[in-house]
């Protein structure tokens, strides 16, 4: 990795997001990879995409799977951040099943007691750079209003903080129009 790759990566844990997991494939083939890079697209249709660095096991995967299943975490699931970023991480539906996930019926599993999850069906892949993005197609989805997610910046994993604006961003009220920046 070159200075300027390492500095532009450095650059990126500025940007605070929620953990997703994503979890692709069937039988002992199932695998299960801890995600930032994920972003719903359009809202109708209702799409959305993740992104996988070209090198990994699930990139692999992902390009031969009609179904795969995105779970935001809850604050409580860091340890599961951590199991499924490492590539030697325990794979296959049994040990998922272990691990404690929510049978779809059709295509893989979401994690159990996620804040909220997705699946999707397979709509598009573009290659970009060193990673590839896989648009789906949103088939089902669900959340628990009241979970907390997990976040992370700058390689720390953390727990959402106080509320900064006095009130909802959707309500654009002309006070909120006209305050000082
Ligand atoms: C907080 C966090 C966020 C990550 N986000 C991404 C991501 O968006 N895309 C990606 O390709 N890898 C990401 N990773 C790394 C993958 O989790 C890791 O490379 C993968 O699970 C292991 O590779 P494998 O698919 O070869 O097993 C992230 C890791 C962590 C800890």
């Known amino acids: 990795m070159t200075d300027a790759t390492e500095t532009f990566r450095a650059w990126t844990g500025q940007w605070a997001s929620s953990v997703a997991v994503v979890i692709a494939g069937t039988g002992e ?10 972003v719903p697209v359009s809202f109708d249709p209702p799409l959305v995409a993740v992104f996988l660095n070209r090198g990994s096991q699930m990139n692999e ?3 031969g799977a009609e179904r795969w299943t995105v779970s935001l975490l809850e604050v409580g699931q860091y340890r599961l951040a951590r ?29 159990a007691n996620a804040a909220a999850w997705l699946s999707c069906a ?15 197609s949103v088939m089902r989805h669900t959340r ?19 509320v ?3 009130s909802s961003w959707t309500a654009f009220a002309a006070d909120d129009l006209s305050a000082d920046f």
């Open 164 to 166: 900064a604006a006095p």
């Open 144 to 162: 628990q209003p009241e979970a907390r997610p997990l976040i992370a910046w700058r390689g720390t994993l953390f727990r959402l903080g106080e």
């Open 61 to 63: 995967l992902l390009r």
């Open 122 to 136: 397979r709509e598009s892949i573009v290659e970009m750079g060193d990673h590839t993005a896989f648009v789906g």
């Open 29 to 38: 083939e199932m695998r299960a990879a801890t995600i930032t890079a994920f």
């Open 83 to 111: 199991h499924f970023a490492h590539p030697a991480c325990l794979t296959g539906s049994v040990e998922l099943e272990q691990i404690g996930v929510i049978d779809l019926g059709e295509g893989p599993p979401a994690l």
